[in-house]
C-alpha cells in the first residue's frame, strides 16, 4: 500500500521560512519524479517543484529562488524548503509521485496548509 505523509505545515509571517517533509512508503522516491503541488481557496491546483530520478529539479516561476526542493534518498524523503514566504503562498500543500516531466503521478499526499499572513 502506497502511502505519502507530508508535514510541517503551519502558520508563519511574511518573510519566513517552513520546510515540508514528505515521506513515502510502499514506492520508492528515488526511481520516479516527486513534486510539490499546491492548492489555494478558489484556484486549481497547480505545480510547485518537481525533482526527478537523477535528481534534476524545475519549480514554478513564482517560487524560483525562493523555495527549493531536495530529495534524501536513504530516508526515502522529499522536501520543500520555503524563504521569503509571501501571503500569496498561502495554500495547501501537496506531495505526488509517479508522474512525468509535464503532469502528476497517481500518487498524493493527505496535504499540509501553509499560512503566510501579512
Known amino acids: 500500500q502506497v502511502q505519502l505523509v507530508e508535514s510541517g505545515g503551519g502558520l508563519v509571517q511574511a518573510g519566513g521560512s517552513l520546510r515540508l517533509s514528505c515521506a513515502a512508503s510502499?514506492?520508492?522516491?528515488?526511481?520516479?519524479?516527486v513534486g510539490w503541488y499546491r492548492q489555494a481557496p478558489g484556484k486549481q491546483r497547480e505545480l510547485v517543484a518537481r525533482?526527478?530520478?537523477?535528481?534534476?529539479?524545475n519549480s514554478a516561476d513564482s517560487v524560483k529562488g525562493r523555495f527549493t526542493i531536495s530529495r534524501d534518498n536513504g530516508k526515502n524523503a522529499v522536501y520543500l524548503r520555503m524563504n521569503s514566504l509571501k501571503p500569496e503562498d498561502t495554500a495547501v500543500y501537496y506531495c505526488?509521485?509517479?508522474?512525468?516531466?509535464?503532469?502528476?503521478?497517481?500518487?498524493w499526499g493527505q496535504g499540509t496548509q501553509v499560512t503566510v499572513s501579512s
Open positions: 510502499g514506492i520508492t522516491f528515488s526511481i520516479m519524479y
Open positions: 525533482i526527478d530520478r537523477g535528481g534534476s529539479t
Open positions: 505526488n509521485a509517479g508522474g512525468t516531466r509535464n503532469s502528476p503521478g497517481a500518487y
